[in-house]
């Protein structure tokens, strides 16, 4: 069993940065590959970046590469995403997930509980 928790949410005016934090735990949240996934209001939600175990591999689609990066710390049991150059678009509540794998089509076996970014234009 793995619990996740997001945290580093808030309002941010476009153009800006945002770090979002996910702590893991659970005795084995190191073995897991790990994603960032988000959700706007009447939308599906969407995949935006995952990281492997090792954290030397990382995905992310075309719509946020270069201005997304996912980094792991395995000994803190944390996972962040580093938004840069934000969009109003980017505007949704976001989601943290462990799965057994990591990739660009990973699906989460445990998730957080969300939180929300706000992009003001």
């Known amino acids: 069993q793995v619990q996740l928790v997001e945290s580093g949410g808030g309002l941010v005016q476009a153009g800006g940065s945002l770090r979002l934090s996910c702590a893991a735990s659970g005795r084995t949240a190191s073995s897991y590959g790990m994603g960032w996934f988000r959700q706007a209001p009447g939308k599906e939600r969407e995949f935006v970046a995952a990281i492997n175990r090792s954290g030397r591999i990382t995905y992310y689609p075309d719509s946020v590469k270069g201005r997304f990066t996912i980094s792991r710390d395995n000994v803190k049991n944390t996972v962040y995403l580093h938004m840069n150059s934000l969009k109003p678009e980017d505007t949704a509540v976001y989601y943290c997930?462990?799965?057994?794998?990591?990739?660009?089509?990973?699906?989460?076996?445990?998730w957080g509980q969300g939180t929300q970014v706000t992009v003001s234009s």
């Open positions: 997930a462990a799965a057994l794998s990591a990739s660009s089509t990973m699906t989460g076996d445990y």
